[in-house]
């Protein structure tokens, strides 16, 4: 059963206007969540993260937002770029720190000039 | 060079073959993974190595064989594939033991089994 689940496959939004990825989980005990970005032929690379004592975390365009009572995290990217089109990885880690990390399926971000 | 590098970036193999895929870390990081991306699937993680150590192995077959000789090198050695293992291997690196800290990925070895 998965732990992490990014329930759409892709989206499109037009440039300038704002993306929204979200992630649901199903393990409370969830308390560190990242995302990861990954362009074609590249691997994967750390976006933005956020600690469950939190319930948002910001870095520039990007804002993750956590709703610990709904198991669900969204990435915002404001405003959207055409070299934000890439496949975003949802993932959650565990309290212990030696734990790996568990990754969703991913979103395909497209962004439309 | 710098960060996570994996060669090679494409390989072709027969069932019958044997090859291996390698990952340099030029980050001073401590823990070394394999992770398998299939077609919509999730990332799945293969191995960990802590300070050369294996820490984990996930229920992998035995047709994949993991190296660590040192902390900045992994390989992956691959024996009578399946097709069905035809997928993009990544390596990633971290620092502060397996399973701590921010994952740094290689742009990963993409194979195809025929």
């Known amino acids: 059963d998965q732990q992490v689940k990014q329930n759409s496959p892709s989206l499109s939004v037009q440039e300038g206007r704002i993306s929204i990825l979200n992630c649901d989980y199903t393990?409370?005990?969830?308390?560190?969540f990242l995302w990861y970005k990954k362009y074609p032929a590249e691997g994967p690379t750390f976006l933005i993260s956020?600690?469950?004592?939190?319930d948002k975390n910001e870095d520039g365009r990007f804002t993750v937002f956590l709703n610990k009572s709904a198991k669900h995290l969204s990435l915002h990217i404001v405003p959207s770029q055409p070299g934000d089109s890439a496949v975003y990885f949802c993932?959650?880690?565990?309290?212990?720190?030696?734990?790996?990390?568990?990754f969703g399926k991913g979103t395909r971000l497209s962004v439309i000039a | 060079e710098t960060g996570v590098t994996q060669t090679p970036r494409h390989l072709v193999m027969g069932m019958t073959n044997k090859k291996s895929l390698k990952c340099e870390q030029h980050?001073?990081?401590?823990?070394m993974y394999w992770y398998k991306q299939s077609a919509k699937k999730p990332l799945e993680l293969m191995f960990v190595?802590?300070?050369?150590?294996?820490?984990e192995n996930n229920s992998v077959p035995s047709r994949f064989s993991p190296e660590c000789p040192n902390s900045s090198h992994l390989f992956l050695h691959l024996h009578t594939l399946q097709p069905e293992d035809s997928a993009l291997y990544l390596c990633?690196?971290?620092?502060?033991?397996?399973?701590?800290?921010?994952?740094?990925f290689g742009e990963g070895s993409r194979l195809t089994v025929l």
């Open positions: 990633a690196s971290s620092q502060g033991g397996a399973n701590t800290g921010e994952l740094f």
């Open positions: 393990n409370s005990m969830f308390d560190y």
């Open positions: 956020i600690s469950s004592i939190k």
């Open positions: 993932a959650a880690t565990l309290p212990s720190g030696n734990t790996p990390l568990v």
């Open positions: 980050l001073g990081h401590n823990a």
């Open positions: 190595y802590s300070l050369e150590e294996r820490v």
